[in-house]
């Protein structure tokens, strides 16, 4: 059974950073894409980020390009999100998700694989 587990979430002032882990069991990590959603009060659901299964290929959000960084260790089975220069309009429930094939995924249909979030606050 596979399993994402968030964790790095927490309050930060706007211009500080975070760093976001998910850790991943159940199935081969190195043969998943891995990506991050996330999801405001009140708004829809939304792409942040998303990394192939080699991590030679990653894909972002407009509204994060240049801020935030995904990488993946297919030796520690572990994603990571590195999120700086942190807006509040970046406050949301962060949310790590999974699908096994060699592409990189930007669709939220696309993940077979969620976890149970991760809350990131960024005050003004």
């Known amino acids: 059974q596979v399993q994402l587990v968030e964790s790095g979430g927490g309050l930060v002032q706007a211009g500080g950073s975070l760093r976001l882990s998910c850790a991943h069991s159940?199935?081969?990590?190195?043969?998943?894409?891995m990506g991050w959603f996330r999801q405001a009060p009140g708004k829809e659901r939304e792409f942040v980020a998303a990394i192939s299964w080699s991590g030679g290929n990653t894909y972002y959000a407009d509204s994060v390009k240049g801020r935030f960084t995904i990488s993946r260790d297919n030796a520690k089975n572990t994603v990571y999100l590195q999120m700086n220069s942190l807006k509040p309009e970046d406050t949301a429930v962060y949310y790590c998700v999974a699908r096994y094939d060699s592409g990189i995924h930007i669709t939220e249909s696309d993940y077979d694989y969620w976890g149970q979030g991760t809350q990131v606050t960024v005050s003004s």
């Open positions: 159940g199935r081969t990590f190195s043969k998943a894409a």
